[in-house]
């Protein structure tokens, strides 16, 4: 860890994760979380305002103990990164609000960063400098992307999506058929483990020849299951939850990394990089390790505790943007819930001059 | 002593500095979808206003509510940010104690503003710097009489004339009236409430129906 390599808080509250992390260049220093996750459970689902509430309750203190736990002070931040999209439009609002204050107070540069981005750099943290172009596949309750990312600070283009739910939704609904609770991807990878993945043939969406080759779609499998699911129950058999979740699991698995190898091998790209909170599931990177290798292509997941949403990823984008000179934010930057993928920033409007950009100019400690 | 208030609760984006005798300095915006773009350029305009810099303050006043959830937490979270940032205190205020001071009736009256929803936030006073009882969120209607017959204050009056006949200005609130309200208390070491939000409503949560089914009966 080289000591002029740019020093970075990054804060993270796009939805129930209220995220600080604190790192150097591409080393994890600090990586402090508080999750309201406990008090959605009974809702089954994450509760907007819920999550807001809990992000003000808990701002202050976790940005206290990330830099406690990082050692560091923090006049010696090179810069303040926060999500300013895409997520929670509420939650949003309360990070980047609070970003802007610290980053204010402390006289720093301001980078508004984007969420999906985040998820993808957060692996410089685990194996290093991300490889240009690296391939992601970011599967997670929000979403399930494809992008291809040259240059993670300025240039990520999307190759698919999904057209209906996110694929940690369709873990979460099918957990709710089954009555195993919220969140839904722990408990089934754990159920999994002991069913048979070929117990069930459960249909692979848009994997057809004429489909997009890059989207996914999980909605017909999620009705799908339920459907086997119902007949069961109806005809008054028990439901094999192992095999019911392993099948599923497989279906979901199966797609995923299907069309993650086939985009890499189109592009020509040797790197996979697999982030978002679905990327802790055991099956997923079991599959994608063992079709990497077949196809030569050198897989990336950071450790779990990285996938799911948290600070460090945004912090490591932010130092990114340090590193490679990018122009930061302005105090006027806004929570923006559907800021595109296409953008990495949200650079200031530097050309209307405004009074507040002189502040950067400024030292307040002076 | 340098106090920097700010109050995001109500549409009105307000910020003042006052140095324990007289404002200094103060802004005010009403937009109330911008909070969050607008909130630290007015704290950058009223200190530049000032020729001061934000390490010069010496306690943060922040309105605290009651509000619609989503203004409301952009002032408590930058409040509560500076003053973890300066090591200073964070007081607490009743977003209606501050129209309540800057209305300056000394006899009795109630503060309204806007819930959202048809509803208002109120409070009865017995004069500008008193306050008489606890914030709540009705249906004008439904308060219209206990209020009869006295002025009542604030854009939540303004907005329902047939129930509020005698409504008041200001409109919105001011952060000077709040800083100016806060000098005072801290002169007179009168409390102040924690800097966390008066939302007076539950979270708009809705539990999902249990598990409905797919096929077809
Ligand atoms: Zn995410």
Redesign the interface.
């Known amino acids: 860890m080289a000591a002029d390599e740019p020093l970075v808080l990054g804060i993270e509250t796009s939805c129930d994760e209220t995220g600080v992390g604190i790192v150097r260049g591409t080393t994890l220093l600090a990586d402090a979380v508080a999750s309201s996750v406990d008090t959605h459970a009974?809702?089954?689902?994450v509760?907007p305002?819920?999550a807001?509430?809990a992000?003000?309750?808990a701002?202050?203190p976790t940005?206290?103990r990330a830099l406690k736990t990082a050692g560091i002070s923090?006049k010696d931040l090179d810069g303040i990164a926060v999500t300013a999209g895409p997520g929670l439009?509420?939650a949003l609002?309360?990070g980047?609000?609070?970003a802007?204050?610290?980053a204010?107070?402390?006289n720093k540069p301001l980078y508004g960063v984007n969420h999906l981005a985040s998820h993808i750099c957060v692996d410089q943290l685990e194996h290093g400098p991300l490889p240009e172009p690296t391939m992601a596949l970011l599967v997670s309750g929000g979403h399930s992307s494809l992008l291809l990312a040259p240059d993670i600070t300025a240039d990520v283009r999307p190759m698919g999506a999904t057209i209906d739910d996110a694929a940690g939704e369709a873990f979460d609904k099918i957990a709710?058929?089954l009555d195993l609770g919220f969140p839904g991807g722990p408990v089934i990878d754990r159920l999994a483990k002991e069913g048979d993945p070929t117990a069930i043939a459960f249909p692979r969406g848009l994997t057809g020849p004429r489909d997009a080759a890059y989207d996914f779609s999980f909605s017909g499998l999620k009705?799908a299951v339920?459907?086997w699911i119902?007949?069961k129950r109806r005809a008054g058999e028990d439901v094999p939850v192992r095999d019911v979740a392993a099948s599923f699991q497989e279906a979901v698995v199966d797609v995923l990394t299907r069309k993650a190898v086939r985009a890499c091998k189109d592009e020509g790209v040797d790197h996979l990089m697999i982030g978002g909170g679905v990327a802790a599931n055991s099956r997923l990177r079991a599959l994608a390790q063992e079709r990497c290798e077949r196809a030569g292509i050198r897989l990336r997941v950071p450790r779990p505790g990285l996938c799911t949403d948290n600070g460090a990823m945004v912090a490591a984008l932010g130092a990114e943007m340090v590193a490679r000179n990018r122009p930061a934010s302005d105090?006027?930057?806004?929570?923006d819930s559907s800021l595109p993928v296409t953008d990495p920033h949200v650079p200031g409007h530097s050309h209307d001059h405004?009074?507040?950009h002189e502040?950067s100019k400024?030292n307040?400690?002076s | 002593m340098l106090l920097l208030a700010v109050d995001t609760a109500t549409p009105a984006v307000t910020v003042a500095l006052h140095d324990g005798t007289d404002v200094v300095a103060e802004t005010s915006q009403v937009d109330a979808r911008r909070h969050?773009?607008?909130?630290?350029?007015a704290?950058?305009?009223v200190l530049?206003e000032a020729g001061l810099?934000?390490?010069a303050v010496t306690g943060l006043v922040v309105g605290v509510g009651p509000g619609p959830?989503?203004g409301l937490?952009?002032g408590?979270?930058?409040a509560?940010?500076?003053?973890?940032?300066?090591g200073v205190p964070v007081h607490g205020l009743c977003t209606l104690d501050g129209l309540a001071y800057a209305c300056g009736i000394e006899g009795p009256f109630v503060v309204a503003t806007d819930a959202r929803r048809k509803e208002v936030y109120w409070a009865r006073y017995d004069d500008f710097r008193t306050r008489v009882s606890e914030p709540s969120v009705d249906r004008p209607a439904d308060i219209a009489e206990q209020v009869a017959g006295v002025p009542v204050v604030g854009a939540g009056a303004l907005l329902y004339p047939e129930v509020f006949p005698d409504a008041r200005g200001p409109e919105h609130q001011s952060s000077a009236a709040l800083a100016s309200l806060a000098a005072e208390r801290l002169a007179a070491g009168a409390e102040f409430l924690p800097p966390?939000?008066l939302?007076l409503r539950r979270?708009?949560?809705?539990?999902?129906k249990n598990?409905k089914?797919?096929?077809p009966q």
């Open positions: 009974r809702f089954g689902g509760v305002e819920i807001s509430r992000h003000l309750e701002m202050v940005i206290e923090a439009a509420g609002l309360v980047v609000s609070a802007k204050a610290y204010y107070a402390l709710r058929v009705t339920a459907r119902e007949a105090l006027e930057l806004s929570a405004d009074h507040v502040i400024e307040l400690y | 969050g773009e607008l909130l630290l350029p704290v950058h305009k530049a810099k934000l390490d959830y989503t937490r952009v408590l979270v930058t509560a940010t500076f003053g973890s940032v300066l966390t939000p939302y979270p708009d949560a809705q539990v999902p598990y089914v797919v096929t």
